[in-house]
């Protein structure tokens, strides 16, 4: 049975929208039927979140009709999207924390009695719509007392508790660990029996080649073709969203180190609270060390612990084999060791500056208030990063809450880099970011190890820490399980190491 | 078997408690502020042996039933993350411009909407401010205090006396019950905090109020009238601040231009000492009331020790730092466990 027999649900034609002379979308058709999982691909810049914007009435389309269920529609705002029965969930999840889960699917329409809400309606009503989605907590607790992956169920339990036509799914898994994403597909997979028309949007190739059945790929903002997902081979997708071959674009692996050179920073049973506990680690001098481990097993502590962001609770740091304790990363940074959060829009990149000014904003720091760099040497310095690293921003003075995800993470390595750090760890750096982006940030640590600059390199994506590392260390529920040459594992087999389930304790 | 059967009820508390603390973690405050208030009284009792009496108990209500209801308003608006520095100013200014009618011979029930109406506006203009204008509530809250305090010394630079009986007999008439009294002044602040209490709780319009303290942004996302609610916001608490300039009026049988000086201090301490967090989005028009009444217990106690009054506003300055640490120290803690 093929969904194409009936009439698309999502029909849009021509959809045009530039910003200035640039056309963000141009000319573009889509369709989304009823019943069916559909993924947009694309790098960053390819239209894809513009598509998305103008789909949820976000922006409005310079050109070109969106048509539902054979009706054009016109929306001004993500409500009249929502009237209308498209409902979106955003990669940031934009629900309250502070009130209860029952709320926040409620919220706008709660039920009522004698004039007031009914608060035991609502609980009941959230209790049912959560039991159909399989989530079993108490719609009373608080939003904010529940993890990410369940505040992710329920945002979609909000989307779907009114009449929905349309879910948007804008990248959902990109915080969840591999059982809460299969836990989302499970979701996903009932709403589509249902026949809602579900829109995926992830940079994760397996999740959409696990979920979708067809695929939309877009670049430049122009329409690249529609696919069936069973049709197209993975290498094919690529090679349709970068618009080149593969082949193009090797991934140069770090060097493997000498053994012998020399240790930049060893922790000596470091501990901090469950996770990490007792970590033994030494990292040479220009060597690619990877963190592999699920949501929550210590990866991104331990490297906070590493950077001196955070304080250990027992265990010593050496630096060139000298005791160090660090009140703060400013601390760190003085000694070379520089921190990317995996938060990158709340402990990264400051939107609201340019991307000259984020650039420039740790060596300024570093130097203190009463030594300003003078406005030439900020924009040579930016200048030459944007430069070195093909950071895509229309001028340095570009607003940095602009540019695409993998050009922020660009911009904030730039910062990290211009303090010519000794030790940088980069924590979920190709989190959100499109294929080509990713390839580039990964081609960047190699270059940076190959330069003597020591790198950790922390990611979800067990693949990607394989590909770029020299070394792989597998944290587990807090623990240092392993710690082996990157060669020397199959990605199955590290799978295996960073899933196992512990014994005893 | 002893196990079987002492374990099992142990287990259901600790369940009941993890519930409670899921559901109701932003009562926790408030349970602080109940517990101080409860320790103020049991050392003002052992300190002074006749603290704790129907009579200073009652007069706590009717000394303090104007700032209950600043209060009120001012939760409204602090739960949105705003903050209304003006309701002092619209107090002394309301109640000049009533005191002044009346003294043109214009009856209460006339002069009293009038009060409430000018409140309201200028809580209006305020929201506006904030809104339209993209100001700050703190500086919008300020040009509306500095131009409210100009139009008490408008109407008039000296005193005003009141001599309606209407007004005056919302003070003086008490309601005797057992050794408790209660006048018409304390029966408003009481209605005023289940109104607002119930507001709160019941209506959409309430739960957008904590929506938009959570999250201004989602809040819109979500359709949520934003707009409208956080405007009716500080309407409400500039109409709250034309009630308690009707009150005060009552209190003191004069209106003047200098009258609370500083009173949107204390109200916006009361409001915090009562667990409402400044961020928004967490708090309780009833733990504003405990607030209200732990600063009117000070200020009885440092009136019981004939010392000076400077003494309630430091005491209320070391509560006050005391509680904003602990909020933040919750907050700290509710932003890691994400």
Known sequence: ?505 | MSDVTTVRPLDAVAARVRRFTSRRASWIPVFAAVGILVALLVAGQVYFGNFVTPRVLSSLLLDNAYLLILAVGMTFVILTAGIDLSVGAVLAFTAMLGASLMAQGLPAALVIPVMLVGGALIGLFIGVLIQFFDVQPFIASLAGMFAARGLAFLVSLSSIKVEDPVILWLQSKLFYIDGWFLSPTGIIAILVVVAGALVLQFTRFGRTIYAIGGNEQSARLMGLPVVRTKLLAYVISGACAGLAGVVFTAYQGAGYPLNGLGTELDTIAAVVIGGTLLTGGSGFVLGSMIGVLVYGTIKTAISFLGAEQSWTRITIGILLLVFVVVQRAIVARSTRRR
């Open chain 1, 1 to 505: 049975m093929s969904v194409e027999a009936t009439a698309p649900v999502v029909e849009v034609e021509g959809a045009t929208v530039r910003f200035g002379r640039e056309a963000a979308l141009d000319d573009v058709d889509f369709r989304l039927f009823a019943g069916e999982v559909h993924s947009l691909m694309g790098e960053n810049g390819a239209g894809k979140s513009t598509l998305i914007k103008a789909l949820t009435g976000a922006l409005p389309l310079g050109a070109g009709e969106i048509r539902l269920s054979g009706e054009p529609v016109r929306m001004s705002s993500p409500v009249d999207a929502q009237r209308l029965g498209i409902r979106t969930v955003y990669q940031e999840i934009d629900l309250l924390p502070n009130l209860s889960v029952a709320e926040n699917i409620a919220l706008g329409r709660e039920p009522r009695r004698f004039g007031g809400i009914d608060w035991r309606a609502m609980r009941e009503r959230a209790a049912a719509v959560l039991a159909e989605l399989g989530v079993d907590i108490d719609p009373g607790s608080l939003l904010g007392s529940h993890s990410l992956a369940v505040q992710q169920l329920v945002a979609i339990a909000r989307a779907i508790s009114a009449d929905v036509k349309v879910l948007v799914l804008d990248e959902p898994t990109s915080s969840l660990d591999a059982d809460e994403v299969a836990e989302l597909f499970r979701v996903v997979r009932e709403l589509k029996d249902r026949g809602v028309a579900i829109l995926f949007v992830s940079h994760f190739l397996d999740q959409v080649y696990e979920l979708c059945d067809r695929i939309t790929v877009l670049r430049g903002g122009r329409l690249v073709g529609e696919y069936s997902t069973k049709e197209l081979l993975r290498i094919d997708l690529v090679q349709k969203m970068l618009g080149r071959e593969l082949a193009e674009v090797p991934i140069r692996r770090g060097e493997e180190p000498d053994p012998s050179s020399r240790v930049v920073i060893e922790a000596q049973g470091l501990t901090r609270g469950s996770r990490p506990r007792d970590a033994d680690l030494r990292i040479h001098e220009g060597e690619v060390v990877g963190f592999a481990g699920l949501l929550g097993s210590g990866r991104t502590e331990l490297a906070r612990l590493l950077a001196g962001v955070d304080r250990p609770d027992a265990g010593r740091l050496l630096v060139d084999g000298r005791p160090a304790s660090f009140p703060g990363p400013r601390r760190g940074i003085g000694m070379g060791l520089v921190y990317s959060s995996e938060n990158r829009r709340t402990e990264g990149i400051i939107g609201e500056l340019t991307v000259r000014e984020n650039i420039v904003l740790a060596v300024q720091a570093q130097r203190g208030l009463f030594r300003l760099m003078s406005r030439a040497r900020q924009r040579e310095l930016a200048d030459s990063w944007i430069d070195a690293l093909g950071i895509k921003a229309s001028s340095p003075e570009q607003l940095a809450r602009e540019l695409s995800g993998g050009n922020q993470q660009k911009v904030l390595i730039g910062r990290l880099l211009a303090l010519a750090p000794r030790v940088l760890l980069l924590d979920e750096p190709t989190r959100g970011i499109d294929v080509g982006a990713k390839v580039e940030i990964q081609n960047l640590v190699a270059e940076m190890a190959a330069n003597g600059v020591s790198v950790v390199f922390v990611s979800a994506e067990l693949e990607e820490v394989l590909r770029v590392s020299s070394r792989v260390v597998v944290l587990r529920n807090g623990l240092l399980v392993a710690d082996l040459p990157a060669d020397e594992v199959a990605s199955s087999a590290l799978l295996a190491l960073v899933m196992q389930p512990d014994d005893g304790t």
